[in-house]
């Protein structure tokens, strides 16, 4: 089974940090782009950061450039969020998701269930 669970969120102030985490299975976790998205209340879901292991491809979105950080353990099948001088705008759910192509878009192939981030001001 396809399985995409991510997990760290919480309630933070603003400026704080937090470390999202994506553990992967059921798929060959190497032939994949994985990528965090968010969505927030009212609002299109839309992509945050992407990553290709493999070719050290990255793709983050000019809100959070600079304060978040995406890496990935290959040997886990793990993909991580680093996101550090939250801002109350960061507030969503997010979701990680894996994508044969970098599109780093809403089209990617398989999705998990998404973690609770909340920036208070």
């Known amino acids: 089974e396809v399985q995409l669970q991510a997990s760290g969120g919480g309630l933070v102030q603003a400026g704080g940090s937090l470390r999202l985490s994506c553990a992967a299975s059921?798929?060959?976790?190497?032939?994949?782009?994985i990528g965090w998205f968010r969505q927030a209340p009212g609002k299109e879901r839309e992509g945050v950061s992407c990553?290709?292991?493999?070719?050290?491809?990255?793709y983050y979105a000019d809100s959070v450039k600079g304060r978040f950080t995406i890496s990935s353990d290959n040997a886990k099948k793990r993909v991580f969020l680093q996101m550090n001088s939250l801002k109350p705008e960061d507030t969503a759910v997010y979701y990680c998701?894996?994508?044969?192509?970098?599109?780093?878009?809403?089209?990617?192939?398989?999705w998990g269930q998404g973690t609770q981030v909340t920036v208070s001001s």
């Open positions: 998701a894996a994508d044969r192509l970098f599109k780093c878009s809403v089209n990617s192939d398989f």
């Open positions: 059921g798929f060959t976790f190497d032939d994949y782009y």
């Open positions: 990553i290709s292991s493999s070719d050290d491809k990255t």
